[in-house]
């Protein structure tokens, strides 16, 4: 193989990673051939040895790792996963620096391996972890960013011997709207497998709390044509039988215009199709003529940002629909989807909330007929630490206008709670069966479980582990065969 791409399935479930199998894409449209290898922090040393051997040769010019899914899976908790990288993060050895940031504490020796097949193999790795690490001895190069341009032009360089300008590569990628993504039968794609759809890059809302580089976008600069999405959608059905999605966009339903377009063209399909997304449960209640062509567009599966239920929070962040209207839209949402998973995300530590308002607020989606099956709560995140490369949100930039107190190892207090307080408080509201939440739906079902399992949860952690090693015993059996 001319590139041998590193992954990590996102678990609980089986969920592949749609950005690796766009580089992919792009790469095999350049003339390179591409291994894709899933599962990369769960082979054991001797496997992936086995598996460099299998596909390193004479003609590879480059090894790639995507952060961006790696110390995910179920059967490691998540505090589990905070001690690892905790306890690596500081290390000046750099095996450990590795392990932390690749998720494997035998990195150097399996760079060494790579070597050994080929000294002239380059190794580069890229996804959301990349800027935040230097590369050291055993990383030859880092795409930061969108990556489509930056490997296509490092894949030129290494393949024609010209001089590269610098190990960080970060050449702005504009050809996302008239993209796509073609699974190869060495994807080893399973029969009806769910797959990852990219339907937006981007978004156009501003919220003070996020960070993403691409937001305050025009619409259909940032959405893929609705045409090539649904070519994409049929070729999927044609190919693998797959009438199941996970579409990746921040905000499906960010104008009426964009989901009326989408319902049209989605009617071309051979197939009734079902999909996940993310969506904002205010926008559909300010426009209802959009909660029947959601559903019939295939939406079963849909997670709110609400972020808050306090009225002052929500004003803070550029959220400003009053709670209870909030609430009572999503109760009539339920009753015109009755089968839609409806779960919701909530930000522990956003200005005026305090733990007894939230504590409050949490009551409600305790209640029996709460038209949110699964609240999923996270520590408000502040990252002021100088010369870091990450994008910074508007709280970041300015956080003590905010009424927040930061230092540079990511503490943050206010007058209404500190860092400390806001973990705790999600710990005490996690529920028993989050695992089942919008963004597995689709990925718990590559492994077994149907619609009704997860929207009645009957699932345990230890029957998902058993599914997961299950259908990962399979690939690798497919995947020693090819």
């Known amino acids: 193989m001319d590139v041998v791409l590193f992954t990590d399935v996102c678990s609980p479930g089986f969920g592949r990673y749609a950005g690796t199998y766009r580089i992919a894409t792009e790469l095999r ?11 990369f922090t769960r082979w054991t040393t001797d496997e992936l040895k086995k598996i460099i051997s299998r596909f390193v040769g004479k003609d590879t010019l480059l090894v790639g790792i995507s952060t961006t899914f790696l110390l995910n899976e179920i059967s490691r908790s998540r505090a589990a996963t905070a001690e ?29 391996t790579i070597k050994y097949y080929n000294h002239k193999t380059q190794v580069s790795v890229g996804g959301h972890k990349v800027g935040q690490f230097s590369l050291g001895p055993y990383l030859d190069y880092a795409i930061v960013g969108e990556g489509e341009a930056s490997m296509v032009a490092l894949l030129q360089g290494l393949d024609d011997g010209s001089r590269l300008s610098g190990n960080y590569l970060s050449k702005k990628y ?9 699974f190869e039968d060495n994807d080893l794609i399973f029969p009806q497998e769910q797959l990852p759809v990219e339907i937006a890059r981007g978004c156009i809302f501003k919220c003070k709390f996020c960070s993403f580089h691409l937001n305050g976008k025009k619409l259909w600069e940032f959405n893929r044509k609705p045409e090539l999405v649904t070519d994409e959608l049929q070729y999927a059905n044609d190919k693998y039988g797959s009438t199941g999605f996970m579409f990746c966009d921040d905000t499906y339903n960010d104008s009426v215009e964009k989901v009326r377009t989408f319902h049209t063209q989605f009617k071309k399909l051979s197939f009734d199709q079902t999909f996940s997304a993310y969506a904002r449960a205010d926008l559909i209640i300010s426009h209802p003529e959009t909660i029947d062509m959601l559903y019939e567009s295939g939406l079963r599966s849909v997670n709110f940002g609400i972020e808050t239920l306090n009225h002052d929070s929500g004003k803070a962040i550029g959220k400003g629909m009053h709670p209870e209207k909030l609430k009572e839209g999503l109760y009539k949402i339920k009753e015109r989807w009755p089968d839609v998973l409806i779960t919701a995300g909530l930000i522990v530590g956003l200005p005026h909330d305090t733990p007894e308002t939230l504590r409050k607020n949490n009551e409600w989606f305790e209640q029996k007929d709460c038209p949110v099956q699964y609240p999923s709560y996270y520590p408000l995140h502040i990252n002021t630490k100088k010369g870091d490369t990450d994008d910074k949100s508007t709280i970041e930039n300015n956080p003590f206008s905010f009424g927040y107190q930061t230092t540079d190892d990511g503490y943050w207090k206010s007058e209404w709670m500190d860092k400390i307080q806001a973990e705790e408080l999600v710990n005490e509201f996690d529920r028993p069966g989050n695992v089942v939440s919008w963004v597995f739906f689709n990925r718990m079902q590559n492994i077994g479980y149907t619609p009704s399992d997860l929207i009645h949860n009957r699932v345990t952690e230890e029957d998902i582990i058993q599914k997961e090693n299950n259908l990962m015993n399979t690939y690798k059996e497919r995947l020693w065969q090819i």
């Open 29 to 39: 449209n350049a003339g390179f051939s591409v291994q894709v290898v899933e599962y």
């Open 174 to 182: 504009d050809g996302f709207t008239t993209s796509t993504i073609r």
């Open 84 to 112: 690892i990288r905790q306890k690596y993060r500081d290390s000046k050895d750099e095996g450990h620096r590795l392990a932390e940031f690749l998720g494997r504490t035998d990195w150097p020796e399996l760079y060494e």
